[in-house]
């Protein structure tokens, strides 16, 4: 058996380049990997050596995408799949006897159902509808990403990787007046109805708490009636991929009393990788990460002021432009599309990463108390 170690994620799509070369169709590549550990890029390899013209994206949401080409390619998810009939209903065997290069994600979860059978004695799913977020080659997969964890409030809808609508309102309104109308207006604008959004995202902390909580709620009510998948989003994840540089990315968000919540984030060629986890810091003790990161250090949100003043004399630090600082709901579905990781509405919650400042006093009080 050979081994082969990769070290980047063009390295991975190049391994996957070529093994695409010696794919035919109906082939099957099996693999699995927990998250981050590359199936995507391996993917984007496989479908660029099968010469596909379709982009490539995780299909944790939609089971099966499929990229179509010269050799048609289907990449499966089989996270959420666990018996014979769960994988007959994606329609694994059809595209198999199709003539599909077929690659499935989780793979331990179907090997023994797919050990020992032959794609075309009697697997086939015989004309069975796709599940429910069933996602094809020229479908659209459509993520509605709502943004309320600040000062401002924000709706975006992507469709197939592309954003086609977004709103940002940063009117002083509280977020329980506002954020219901936005909603409306977006699902008018894009035409769509809530029972056609394929996920629901929000950005779920750190933030303020108020705002979190009414974001998530309304997020939740959308998301009940159709058992709509939902999506979690780091807010300071959701920050950086709002950005439209690459380099650096310290996104921090006013956590008050000279504290800032933050995270580091390095962002090229269209991709976003994650150097340290969200934490709440004094903005001045973020020196150490800035003087030790690949310039330049893009300070964004609205806790980059703080942090650019806190650490004044770095020489490496620029403000993002303030039109363009605070969070957009783009950054949520792009986050989330990115993530690929999803969980029911009633799952969803804040995180909101310290305790609120009553119950800060109130802990004190407690441990001051004879």
Same mark, same amino acid.
């Given at each position: 058996?050979?081994?082969?170690?990769?070290?980047?994620?063009?390295?991975?799509?190049? #391994?996957?380049?070529? #093994? *695409?070369?010696?794919?035919?169709?109906?082939?099957?590549?099996?693999?699995?990997?927990?998250?981050? *550990?590359?199936?995507?890029?391996?993917?984007?390899?496989?479908?660029?050596?099968?010469?596909?013209?379709?982009?490539?994206?995780?299909?944790?949401?939609?089971?099966?995408?499929?990229?179509?080409?010269?050799?048609?390619?289907?990449?499966?998810?089989?996270?959420?799949? /666990?018996?014979?009939?769960?994988?007959?209903?994606?329609?694994?065997?059809?595209?198999?006897?199709?003539?599909?290069?077929?690659?499935?994600?989780?793979?331990?979860?179907?090997?023994?159902?797919?050990?020992?059978?032959?794609?075309?004695?009697?697997?086939? /799913?015989?004309?069975?509808?796709?599940?429910?977020?069933?996602?094809?080659?020229?479908?659209?997969?459509?993520?509605?990403?709502?943004?309320?964890?600040?000062?401002? *409030?924000?709706?975006?809808?992507?469709?197939?990787?592309?954003?086609?609508?977004?709103?940002?309102?940063?009117?002083?309104?509280?977020? &329980?007046?506002?954020?219901?109308? !936005?909603?409306?207006?977006?699902?008018?604008?894009?035409? #769509? &109805?809530?029972?056609?959004?394929?996920?629901?995202?929000?950005?779920?902390?750190?933030?303020?708490?108020?705002?979190?909580?009414?974001?998530?709620?309304?997020?939740?009510?959308?998301?009940?009636?159709?058992?709509?998948?939902?999506?979690?989003? /780091?807010?300071?994840?959701?920050?950086?991929?709002?950005?439209?540089?690459?380099?650096?990315?310290?996104?921090?968000?006013?956590?008050?009393?000279?504290?800032?919540?933050?995270?580091?984030?390095?962002?090229?060629?269209?991709?976003?990788?994650?150097?340290?986890?969200?934490?709440?810091?004094?903005?001045?003790?973020?020196?150490?990460?800035?003087? /030790?990161?690949?310039?330049?250090?893009? !300070?964004?949100?609205?806790?980059?002021?703080?942090?650019?003043?806190?650490?004044?004399?770095?020489?490496?630090?620029?403000?993002?432009?303030?039109?363009?600082?605070?969070?957009?709901?783009?950054?949520?579905?792009?986050?989330?599309?990115?993530?690929?990781?999803?969980?029911?509405?009633?799952? !969803?919650?804040?995180?909101?990463?310290?305790?609120?400042?009553?119950?800060?006093?109130?802990?004190?009080?407690?441990?001051?108390?004879?």
């Amino acid at each position: 058996m050979a081994v082969y170690e990769t070290g980047s994620r063009a390295e991975t799509a190049a #391994l996957g380049e070529r #093994l *695409a070369k010696v794919l035919r169709s109906g082939s099957l590549v099996l693999f699995t990997g927990g998250l981050g *550990a590359g199936k995507t890029a391996f993917c984007e390899g496989i479908a660029r050596g099968l010469g596909c013209t379709d982009e490539v994206s995780s299909p944790t949401f939609a089971i099966v995408n499929v990229y179509r080409g010269p050799q048609p390619f289907a990449h499966f998810d089989m996270y959420r799949i /666990s018996t014979m009939e769960d994988l007959q209903a994606t329609g694994f065997f059809d595209y198999l006897d199709d003539g599909a290069v077929v690659a499935a994600e989780w793979s331990e979860n179907v090997a023994p159902l797919v050990a020992g059978t032959r794609c075309s004695c009697g697997h086939r /799913s015989a004309g069975r509808a796709p599940p429910p977020h069933h996602h094809r080659g020229g479908s659209a997969l459509t993520i509605f990403g709502l943004d309320s964890a600040g000062k401002t *409030a924000g709706i975006a809808i992507l469709r197939d990787s592309r954003l086609i609508y977004e709103c940002y309102l940063a009117t002083g309104h509280t977020h &329980s007046e506002t954020l219901l109308c !936005l909603c409306k207006n977006a699902f008018d604008a894009a035409g #769509l &109805s809530p029972a056609e959004i394929d996920v629901f995202a929000a950005a779920a902390g750190p933030g303020s708490f108020t705002g979190l909580r009414i974001g998530l709620a309304a997020v939740k009510g959308l998301a009940f009636p159709h058992d709509t998948p939902c999506a979690a989003v /780091s807010t300071l994840e959701a920050l950086a991929y709002s950005a439209a540089v690459e380099g650096t990315l310290l996104c921090a968000l006013d956590a008050r009393r000279g504290e800032v919540y933050w995270a580091g984030f390095f962002a090229a060629d269209g991709a976003v990788e994650r150097l340290c986890p969200d934490e709440s810091a004094p903005a001045a003790s973020l020196r150490g990460f800035v003087e /030790s990161a690949r310039e330049p250090v893009w !300070l964004l949100g609205d806790g980059a002021q703080l942090v650019d003043e806190a650490l004044n004399g770095t020489g490496k630090t620029r403000l993002y432009p303030e039109a363009y600082r605070l969070g957009r709901a783009g950054g949520v579905c792009r986050a989330a599309l990115a993530a690929g990781e999803t969980v029911p509405a009633a799952q !969803l919650i804040p995180d909101y990463h310290r305790l609120s400042q009553t119950e800060r006093e109130r802990a004190a009080r407690l441990q001051a108390a004879p």
